[in-house]
């Protein structure tokens, strides 16, 4: 049974920290809730669905320490299960949500890692691409990482990243929502190909199972009541390197 979402423009913006991307910023969302990365918001301000069989992904990473890869049959990188779970979209398969009187296309993450110690885990690669045809590059940088062309380049996360912890340990559930503007798809056509390409692990390693990724429904949100909320999120502070290292100790004494 899904649970229906209840995320509002409201609650989200409220607690929404705008991120200054001119520099590598770390993001904690389990300090924040929510975010603003290069126009992109990540957040955990929704309820999640519940039960076996609910979750239908269309990209599904699994490596350790780290992973990635983007949705293609051709199976690039460390994606696994396809084609049922990793396989291309089209551009008519997106549906807009609005929150704050903005468009999004929205996005939803299964994040599946282990409890205690080793429940975090980071995105430190994420982008997405328009192609009207089919695409398969896996080139890399010498570190290994994906520097290739899917397309045309609608959003990039940049040297950014975004820490997470699974509080909801094993799959089936939504853990981050990713909200990407409308306006980043400017010129797209509805038969194009939509390529998302991911990379965890960098900074805060991958240890469990598949992160799976699937397309959120276009959301109608309540009524925006921001008055009610004090912009909260505004006046946190990350202190990515503080995190980071409290992270890297915990796991090196489990």
């Known amino acids: 049974m899904i649970k229906r979402y209840f995320t509002s423009a409201a609650l989200i913006a409220a ?27 990540f957040t955990t301000s929704f309820t999640q669905p519940a039960g076996t069989g609910v979750y239908d992904p269309f990209l599904t990473i699994q490596n350790s320490p780290w992973e ?18 990793n396989h291309e979209i089209r551009f008519s398969d997106l549906q807009v ?37 089919l695409q398969s590059s896996t080139s890399t940088n010498s570190s290994g990482y994906f ?19 699974d509080k909801n340990n094993g799959s089936g559930q939504d853990d981050i929502a990713v909200f990407v503007p409308v306006t980043d798809f ?8 939509v390529y998302l390409y991911q990379r965890w692990g960098n900074t805060d390693s991958s240890q469990g199972g598949f992160e799976e990724t699937r397309l959120i429904a276009g959301i109608t949100p309540v009524p925006e009541m921001s008055a009610l909320f004090p912009i909260i999120g505004l006046m946190v502070a990350v202190g990515s390197t503080h995190i980071l290292r409290r992270r890297k100790m915990a796991q090196a004494s489990a």
Request: proline share 3%; charged share 15%.
């Open 97 to 133: 949500t609005t929150i704050g009187g903005k468009q999004y296309y929205g996005f939803s993450v299964d994040v599946n890692e282990p409890g205690g110690n080793k429940a975090g885990i980071s995105i430190d690669g994420l982008s997405f691409w328009t192609s009207s045809t």
């Open 186 to 193: 400017a010129g797209s056509k509805a038969n194009d190909y």
């Open 68 to 85: 990635q890869g983007y949705n293609s049959s051709t199976q690039p990188f460390d994606t696994k299960r396809v084609p049922q779970w």
């Open 147 to 165: 520097n290739g062309s899917l397309g045309t380049l609608r959003y990039d996360l940049g040297n950014n990243s975004v820490l997470y912890t």
């Open 15 to 41: 607690g929404m920290l705008v991120m200054n991307t001119a520099r590598a910023t770390v993001v904690d969302l389990s300090a924040s809730g929510s975010a603003t990365v290069n126009g992109a918001v």
